[in-house]
């Protein structure tokens, strides 16, 4: 299980004590009784890495719902890391996200990762009729259920809903204003996406830490999908090299080299820590992130030497 240093308090807290970036994990729940070995031996594989905070993401239907609630509570219940449960708006009642939040609330999640969410299998955006039109709505109600650590989405490549990166930042704001603590960005893979969305938070005197998000490619077949995840072709160059490569072996090299590289463009840019969506694996991220605090370790060291 994660590691053993338990602790309490809110996102909101960590990022305002910290003394150097965080580092977070975010798991997925089990498809079924049978993938839940799965999800375990990541957990157990990352332990060592220390993670600030961890979360598991919110299922699109009622079992996955259910699984995503066991998995959160387990983790919670082990004496690991901060813990965030994540809840949207997809195909719920208000009365259903209440009694969600009740469900963290009991095993001392009180922090909560609030997403609008899609539709299951695509299509346009649909509502409950008793439910939350939005995530800002989502953050407000939140906040209305009791003393909640809500952090939000950010999108460093303009929402392919609108394409258009002002609306995105205001909308950042209106989260921000109704209550959302920290945002979390979605998957991208250029850091001067980042730097410009924190520019134009900035420009509008918002000033909510946002956590880049990570995920290392390591096959080829990735490209398109990680396109898809992030809402845009991943940068030319990248893909270029990546369909040079000679082998499975070069393009997984190639692959990690690029999200090492990122990282650190990433924490020179101000990010305040870096959230690695895992997708159930470990091998990657802890590569990228063991060799990662290897590097700012043997920096804290060297600048800490008498100069002469």
């Known amino acids: 299980?994660?590691?053993?240093?338990?602790?309490?308090?809110?996102?909101?807290?960590?990022?305002?004590?910290?003394?150097?970036?965080?580092?977070?994990?975010?798991?997925?729940?089990?498809?079924?009784?049978?993938?839940?070995?799965?999800?375990?031996?990541?957990?157990?594989?990352?332990?060592?890495l220390a993670p600030d905070f961890v979360s598991v993401t919110y299922g699109a239907n009622g079992s996955r719902r259910d699984r995503t609630i066991r998995a959160t509570r387990r983790i919670a219940a082990s004496g690991?890391?901060?813990?965030v449960g994540h809840l949207t708006c997809v195909d719920q009642s208000k009365a259903e996200i209440a009694a969600a939040l009740d469900a963290y609330r009991e095993v001392g999640v009180t922090?909560?990762?609030?997403?609008?969410?899609?539709?299951?299998?695509?299509?346009?955006?649909?509502?409950?009729?008793?439910?939350?039109?939005?995530?800002?709505?989502?953050?407000?109600?939140?906040?209305?259920?009791?003393?909640?650590?809500?952090?939000?989405?950010?999108?460093?490549?303009?929402?392919?809903?609108?394409?258009d990166p002002e609306l995105d930042a205001a909308i950042l704001e209106d989260k921000v204003e109704a209550g959302a603590q920290f945002a979390i960005s979605q998957l991208f893979f250029d850091a001067e996406r980042y730097a410009e969305l924190l520019d134009r938070?900035?420009?509008?005197?918002?000033?909510v830490p946002i956590i880049p998000g990570i995920m290392p490619l390591t096959v080829i077949t990735q490209i398109e999908r990680f396109a898809d995840l992030s809402g845009r072709p991943l940068p030319a160059d990248f893909v270029a090299r990546l369909r040079a490569?000679?082998?499975?072996?070069?393009?997984?090299?190639?692959g990690l080299?690029?999200?090492?590289?990122m990282c650190r463009?990433?924490?020179?840019?101000?990010?305040?820590g870096l959230q690695f969506f895992t997708q159930n694996r470990s091998k990657a991220t802890r590569e990228v992130l063991a060799q990662l605090?290897?590097?700012?370790e043997a920096e804290a060291t060297q600048s800490s030497r008498p100069r002469h």
């Open 245 to 254: 490569a000679g082998s499975k072996e070069e393009v997984r090299e190639i």
């Open 257 to 261: 080299g690029a999200a090492l590289q």
């Open 201 to 207: 938070m900035h420009g509008r005197g918002c000033h």
């Open 111 to 163: 922090n909560i990762l609030a997403i609008r969410g899609d539709m299951p299998g695509g299509g346009d955006w649909v509502p409950h009729p008793d439910g939350l039109r939005n995530a800002t709505h989502l953050v407000r109600f939140i906040k209305e259920q009791g003393d909640f650590c809500v952090g939000v989405a950010a999108f460093p490549n303009p929402h392919e809903a609108n394409n």
């Open 265 to 272: 463009d990433l924490l020179a840019a101000g990010a305040p």
């Open 80 to 83: 690991g890391p901060l813990t």
């Open 1 to 48: 299980m994660l590691h053993p240093d338990s602790r309490s308090g809110t996102v909101a807290e960590l990022l305002g004590s910290a003394q150097g970036p965080l580092f977070s994990f975010e798991f997925f729940p089990p498809r079924s009784e049978e993938d839940e070995p799965i999800l375990w031996r990541a957990v157990d594989a990352l332990s060592p």
């Open 293 to 296: 605090k290897d590097e700012m």
